[in-house]
């Protein structure tokens, strides 16, 4: 798989590291610190990134196997070794994450003034952890990453949010560790009766049917409150909103998928059983999830609580598709995760330009942006509209095979699905005129300024990459096609066995 | 030229929108002017080709997406259908930007606006030529986005705003099950591709789904997504609002074209909607009553554009039923007429607004129809195509329509012509009411006013002379080519009807009556207006406060003047009277069942729901350890003392246990 025989994967994992330690060894007054501590940043997370296009390039789109795999065995008497690769489910959010952290670096480049240099080490250090997760094919190593996302998180949120960053910071620890003890112990399970932790072979192992179960919910109450899922969804808002700008934009745009992702690679493949015997569940707590975090957003007064609200109501979308396990359901929420993580990511910026400037999240205290800062307005509508689900932008394509999708499963839940097209049109026009339109109430707003040249450059590719998942989505869905279909292949193959074996 | 059609408008667009500020106003606005009319030549000469020739084609772009058998491309499908649609989507369009040049002028961004009109074109022009479901979705969306853009181009008004986010978001509701109906086209047909689906319709006639028939079940809910794009009855509430946008925009959006989107689709799907008799039905019951409704509200309203807005909804009512009872050439051709009349009503009705200095009531109005003689004479013609009078366009589509209805010998058939009689009657009634309270009797708005009252520009009169040439001249020309004898070579097959749907031969063997009916009760609309508003101006008052409950509050002149185009909410008089002016009370009573029920439930899940259960569980659990932690420190007093007696007690419930336990 890996031609080269090149680790470019766990280049592309630690190299972030590297940086970090360079930022940590300068020494000097501390505008020199923060200046050389920016640019390292940017230039690491920009090298990873362009490393991280061999991936899409070199990927071969038509298998479903696991390529650029590393292995090397770390504890060989108990099964666990450091196994990397990449499939056509993750090779997109290893993008994703490369992706998301220069535009984050260089949103951030004025708007955090202290501590410039723990700020951008922390950064990185998140980057490693969350292509690490993604990138991991070992149970153990995944769920070393997976807890360890949560680290640089927290002291992004806990030091440099907002008033109550303690609280957020706390909430938001705690939620997400407790889901994981549980998964923990599923893990050691899993182990236990394996013998093994390598993903890959775990696949081969059928987990009895009496245990899948306790799995399910084990993993449930892990990447239910990562995703996150009605009702454990309240740390999102506290923590979008005391988190800095480019925090949020690496919650919403890849954190939040931690948890979906999860379900895909684990709780789909390893408990076929459980996972359809318990879709229901998960439709029902989906459709709440739609119905009544829209219905809260509609109701909210701070700009970044709204999108918050916001995610988790797109994330339901996502739920739904991944527990009809059929191609259009699954590679729609694949798709609305990725599309989700750009168009919400863009959005929590466009939110941090007006903070940057006025230093209020409250709705109030906007209205008739869109006359003073033309530019930004129009950045802004886009964003809005790419959420709405506006075909020829990124989300319409998720959210509309996933609606076909769950068609096929149950009418109901597609019908569920779909409202959330209504009240989401309801929450982000209502966000957009009282921010943009209407008459400029407050005189101090008239003198913002348009767009700078470095928001145009972090906006720009953001902007470019929502329309190219809109109008030409291909070029995404073929990267997952083929392990979508063995996905699903594999699943129907599981139910039928099982269900011969209750027949016998 | 195919491509060029469609995608002239999108560069007009780029070239105003994006670099309208460099360029300069002029500059942006002539560019998307050429580019318009460029996209007109093509899409003539494409008019020419596909339905004059016969030669229809499909141009492949690229593919959109392509997951587990959900094959869905962009393409450009030409039929006759949709070069149709495009000729006269183009040829309109192109008018209308002229118009707004002048209209427009002086306005503080002009190329914002003509970058809006130029996207909604190109929206407008790949829904009509989509080639699937989801392309034809895409542009669906794609003119919502513009109608709302365009519904609050004045976005420092608070009341656009408002109706532009209300259209976004009734539309929204029409498109929930426009996307419903898409997931069960696929589940049933397997593809969404237009070719496909007609090809193997009669193969799945008998499937069902949940227990009900798929065909039925698919037209049903693309009915009800055409609904809310066409403002049909329950669904229409957004589309007198809409006219909260510049008159041009009501012009091309919310009258010729976006509104039409739905009759079109029905249209396009008839290989589908002929094998669901059920679905037709209620599409037949559903556009007689709205074409009623929405013109029994249209006698009583006081606001120019507002009149003309429910005619729209009243003529798109018509456009239905003809295709509910299985006549979509006629519908179509209703369609294509009523884009010419109606386009030129709003523009005409524009022209007035900008004579009397953006006054929109016509209380305030009249007297001036010797100043502004050419929008008057256009208004004329406009009002008489619109009435059926004979020989103007109106005329041949609205009879083809009602003799259809007649014709189709069905119990709702009949319930369409006699609604649609009524109809008819109502709409010249409330067209001369306009007319005359418009531009005769004694000039009732102040001095400054009328002294400033003049007629258009020459580039606003130049669009209104051709519509009204197309006005008079559409119905006569293309009688035969849409529903007379060449019908069949002119669609070529791209409408369907089904073996036993004999409609279009049925209508043109009604009896003698059937056909003099419509102008009967044009000609008797028309005197009673002359009545009731020439003859006797003071009657209308009158017969208004004997329909009220409270005749005091009926007011014969708006209640804020000019200044407040802000707040143009009447009082309610009550009554019969007010339940008209009142538009039967669907806002009141959406506010009451939706908006408001919405808005206390986000409020309680969140301040209840989220803030105080959901968070109260782990804010709860947290706050009982810390003090059950606190209670754990009180314990360690140090004191010697306690502790001995505490191990003493301890000892004393050990034994104890220990003892009884044995």
């Not at chain 2, 739905?262 to 249209?267: A, E, I, K, N, T």
């Not at chain 2, 069949?488 to 003698?512: C, K, Q, R, T, Y």
Request: a neutral charge; proline letters at 4%.
């Amino acid at each position: 798989m890996n031609a080269a025989g090149f680790p470019l994967l766990s280049l592309i994992t630690f190299l972030p590291l590297a940086g970090a330690a360079i930022i940590m060894s300068v020494r000097g007054d501390e505008a020199v610190v923060a200046r050389n501590a920016r640019w390292t940043a940017l230039w690491t997370s920009l090298i990873v990134f362009l490393l991280s296009l061999i991936l899409w390039a070199r990927f071969d789109q038509s298998s479903a196997a696991f390529q650029f795999v590393e292995k090397v065995s770390w504890l060989p008497e108990f099964g666990v070794g450091y196994h990397m690769g990449v499939d056509g489910i993750s090779v997109l959010f290893v993008l994703l994450s490369t992706a998301l952290t220069p535009i984050c670096i260089l949103a951030s480049w004025e708007a955090i003034e202290t501590r410039v240099r723990e700020y951008m080490v922390a950064f990185l250090i998140l980057e490693t952890m969350m292509v690490g997760m993604f990138a991991a094919l070992d149970f153990i190593v995944f769920y070393v990453f997976f807890e360890a996302v949560l680290i640089p998180m927290f002291l992004i949120i806990g030091v440099w949010g907002g008033a109550r960053r303690v609280y957020a910071a706390f909430k938001f620890f705690l939620y997400t560790l407790l889901g994981s003890v549980l998964m923990l112990l599923a893990i050691l399970y899993l182990w236990y009766n394996a013998g093994t932790t390598d993903i890959p072979q775990l696949f081969e192992y059928q987990v009895p049917r009496a245990a899948q179960t306790w799995i399910f919910f084990a993993f449930l109450a892990s990447f239910a409150v990562k995703v996150p899922m009605w009702p454990v969804h309240t740390w999102l808002p506290d923590a979008h909103v005391e988190a800095p700008t480019a925090g949020s934009v690496i919650l919403a745009g890849v954190l939040l998928k931690m948890g979906a992702y999860g379900f895909l690679r684990f709780t789909l493949p390893l408990l076929p059983e459980a996972s359809a015997a318990f879709a229901p569940l998960i439709f029902v707590l989906s459709v709440v999830a739609v119905v009544y975090t829209s219905l809260v957003a509609l109701a909210q007064e701070d700009m970044k609580k709204l999108i918050a609200y916001s995610s988790v109501a797109h994330m339901g979308i996502v739920t739904i598709g991944i527990f009809t396990f059929n191609q259009q359901g699954l590679a729609g929420a694949l798709f609305t995760m990725l599309a989700h993580g750009v168009v919400s990511g863009a959005l929590f910026l466009c939110v941090g330009v007006l903070y940057d400037r006025v230093h209020s999240r409250e709705i109030q205290r906007y209205g008739g942006v869109a006359a003073i800062m033309p530019s930004y307005g129009l950045v802004f509508l886009f964003f809005t509209m790419a959420s709405v689900g506006l075909p020829g932008l990124a989300n319409f394509v998720g959210e509309f095979l996933v609606i076909v999708g769950a068609w096929r499963v149950n009418p109901w839940v597609a019908f569920g699905a779909a409202l959330g097209m209504i009240l989401g049109a309801a929450y982000m026009l209502y966000l957009y005129r009282r921010v943009s339109f209407g008459k400029v109430t407050r005189e101090d707003l008239r003198a913002l300024l348009d767009l700078r040249p470095r928001e145009y450059a972090v906006f720009a590719p953001l902007i470019l990459l929502t329309l190219w998942m809109g109008v030409y989505p291909q070029s995404f869905l073929s990267f997952f096609e083929a392990s979508v279909a063995n996905l699903v292949a594999r699943h129907e193959a599981a139910l039928g066995a099982a269900r011969l074996a209750g027949i016998q | 030229m195919f491509v060029g059609a469609i995608f002239f408008p999108l560069l007009g667009a780029t070239i105003s929108g994006f670099f309208g500020r460099w360029i300069g106003d002029k500059a942006a606005q002539w560019s998307t002017v050429i580019c318009m009319v460029l996209a007109a030549i093509c899409g003539v000469l494409a008019f020419a080709q596909v339905a004059l020739g016969g030669d229809p084609t499909t141009v492949p772009i690229v593919t959109w997406m392509d997951v587990g058998g959900l094959e869905v491309s962009w393409a450009l499908r030409y039929d006759t259908l949709s070069v149709v649609m495009v000729a006269m989507v183009t040829f309109i369009s192109t008018l209308i930007h002229l118009y707004s040049v002048g209209y427009m002028s002086h306005d503080a961004t002009p190329p914002r606006f003509f970058a809006y009109l130029s996207l909604f074109t190109f929206m407008m022009l790949m829904l009509v030529t989509a080639d699937n479901l989801a392309q034809l979705f895409f542009g669906w969306e794609g003119v919502g986005l513009a109608s709302y853009l365009l519904i609050g181009y004045w976005y420092d008004r608070e009341s656009a705003n408002r109706a532009a986010m209300k259209a976004f978001i009734v539309n929204r509701v029409g498109d929930v099950f426009f996307m419903l109906g898409l997931a069960l086209t696929f589940h049933v047909f397997g593809s969404i591709e237009f070719s496909t689906i007609f090809s193997s319709v009669e193969a799945h006639a008998g499937d069902t789904f949940l227990g009900i028939n798929a065909i039925e079940l698919i037209g049903v809910l693309l009915f009800l997504g055409a609904c809310g794009k066409s403002a049909q009855l329950g669904l229409h509430t957004w589309l007198p609002d809409a006219m909260e946008g510049p008159t041009p925009v009501s012009a091309l959006i919310h009258a010729a074209t976006m509104v039409t989107a739905g009759v079109f689709l029905v249209c396009r799907m008839s290989p589908v909607m002929e094998f669901a008799p059920t679905a037709l039905a209620i599409v037949t019951i559903v556009g007689a009553s709205t074409a009623f409704f929405a013109a029994t509200i249209g006698c009583v309203q006081n606001d120019i554009k507002r009149v003309i807005a429910y005619s729209t909804c009243s003529q798109l009512g018509y456009m239905f039923f003809a295709a509910g009872v299985g006549a979509y050439q006629v519908a179509m051709f209703h369609l294509f007429t009523h884009a010419f009349f109606k386009a030129l009503l709003f523009l005409g009705a524009g022209s007035v607004i900008h004579a009397m200095s953006d006054e929109q009531d016509i209380r305030r109005m009249g007297g001036i129809w010797t100043k502004i003689p050419v929008t008057y004479a256009v208004m004329w013609i406009g009002n008489l195509a619109l009435a059926g009078i004979p020989f103007f366009a109106g005329y041949y589509s609205k009879d083809a329509i009602l003799e259809a209805a007649f014709a189709s010998h069905s119990g709702v058939g009949f319930y369409a012509f006699v609604l649609g009689l009524a109809a008819a009657f109502l709409t010249a009634f409330y067209s001369w009411r306009l007319l005359i309270l418009t531009f005769h009797g004694a000039p009732r708005a102040d001095r400054h006013t009328m002294e400033h009252v003049h007629e258009s520009p020459l580039v606003m009169l130049v669009p209104l002379l051709l519509l009204a040439v197309g006005a008079v001249l559409t119905g006569y020309v293309f009688a035969p080519l849409f529903i007379g004898e060449h019908e069949h070579a002119f669609w070529n097959g791209s409408i369907f009807n089904a073996e036993h749907n004999h409609i279009l031969h049925a209508m043109h063997e009604v009896p003698d009556w059937v056909p003099l009916a419509p102008t009967v009760m044009g000609v008797g609309g028309i005197a009673l207006a002359y009545i009731l508003y020439m003859a006797m101006p003071g009657l209308p008052a009158r017969i208004a406060q004997t329909f009220s409950a409270r005749p005091q509050m009926v007011q014969r002149l708006p209640l804020v003047p000019r200044e407040g185009a802000e707040q143009r909410t009447e009082p309610d008089p009550g009554g019969l009277y007010g339940f008209l002016l009142k538009k039967w009370y669907f806002d009141e009573l959406y506010d009451l069942i939706f908006v408001q029920p919405a808005r206390r439930l986000a409020t309680v899940f969140w301040k209840v729901g989220d803030a105080r259960i959901i968070d109260g569980m782990p804010n709860g659990a947290a706050d009982l350890a810390v003090q059950a932690s606190r209670g754990a420190v009180r314990i360690q007093t140090g004191r010697v003392a306690n502790y001995a007696f505490a191990m003493i007690i301890g000892l004393v419930v050990f034994v104890s246990l220990f003892l009884i336990g044995r």
